[in-house]
DNA sequence: AAGAAAGTCAACCGCAGCCGA
DNA sequence: TTCGGCTGCGGTTGACTTTCT
């Protein structure tokens, strides 16, 4: 017998992503938010199941997410973090505004550890891997490391609303996107948080509103311009997702609006 | 230039825990 | 208390890209 799957295999689409799908997915959020991940694919008229959606979401479609690679105060961070903590990358990166447990965990395997293990520290235990190799970094790191941590941890961990700015000016990365829109991410996502996408958003929202109250869904109301509907979106992800950070990436699209 | 090897990361799988009936 | 459904988490896979030979 074993356990239900969870969801219908019959149907279900597996592989990467398109930008079809992830057009879907986002109008869908934006409109209605997720009520529940395993009703949502159908009715978003996706062929995906459930996991696969909130993956895809979480982990790449949410407009909070910082794009590009970890800067070293924040790989430093989750130096210090798993140290503490484990592979509890969930709570890892509750620390890391912007950033995913997947692309933590991935920067960690791909990244970090090598690092760790180049400088003669076990990744898993953080302990020298061997007493009497002590290589030119492994001082800085090992007796320095927890007192820089400590201040850099006492920084990013205890001022939410200076966490990003904060880790944007320890950036090494100038080139660090900001928004969601950045010259890392592919077509699709410069699609998504175009004129033309957002307008399309609109179209949702006047589209769907009937449905979505047939269906118990909070229906947000429409709005003709950008800044609008960033100020519904706003409202919206902080209620029902409690995202502060959004302020930041709503200022930086209407400044690039502006400039366009 | 071409094939192999290594690196990267999005996505999947299955388990654990929570919650309501 | 037990059971079943759902979500979230962590480990793993595999496709794609980059680097090396």
Redesign the pocket.
């Known amino acids: 017998m074993g ?2 799957p ?1 969801c219908d295999k019959l149907g279900v ?5 398109t930008a079809e799908e992830d057009k879907k997915l986002v109008t869908f959020i934006l409109t209605n938010g997720h009520c ?4 949502l694919p159908k009715l978003a008229g996706l062929r ?1 199941c ?3 959606c ?3 979401w979480t ?2 479609l949410r407009p909070d997410l910082k794009r590009g ?1 970890l800067n070293e105060a924040e790989e430093q961070l989750v130096i210090d973090l798993h140290a503490r903590l484990g ?5 890892i990166a509750a620390k890391l505004p912007g950033r995913t ?3 933590i ?3 960690w ?3 970090i550890k ?1 690092k760790l293990i180049k400088m003669g520290i076990d990744p898993v235990t953080h302990e020298p891997l061997h007493e009497h190799v002590t290589p030119p970094e492994m001082p800085t790191l090992v007796d320095t490391e927890h007192q820089e941590l400590s201040k850099t941890n006492d920084n990013l961990i205890t001022s939410d609303a200076n966490s990003s700015s904060t880790l944007e000016n320890n950036s090494t990365d100038e080139h660090r996107p900001l928004g969601p829109a950045s010259e890392d991410d592919p077509l699709m996502m410069s699609y998504i948080w175009s004129d033309e996408f957002l307008s399309n958003v609109s179209w949702s929202f006047l589209a769907q509103g009937e449905e979505c109250s047939e269906l118990g869904f909070s229906s947000t109301t429409p709005s003709e311009d950008g800044s609008s509907w960033w100020l519904d979106y706003e409202d919206f992800m902080n209620e029902d997702f409690g995202f502060n950070c959004l302020n930041e990436v709503k200022m930086e699209t209407l400044e690039n609006d502006d400039k366009l």
């Open positions: 356990r239900q969870c689409k597996k592989g990467p992503w529940c991940w395993r009703a995906r459930g996991k696969s909130r993956l895809r982990n790449y690679l592979n509890r990358w969930s709570k447990d997947n692309e965990k991935n920067h395997n791909t990244h090598k």
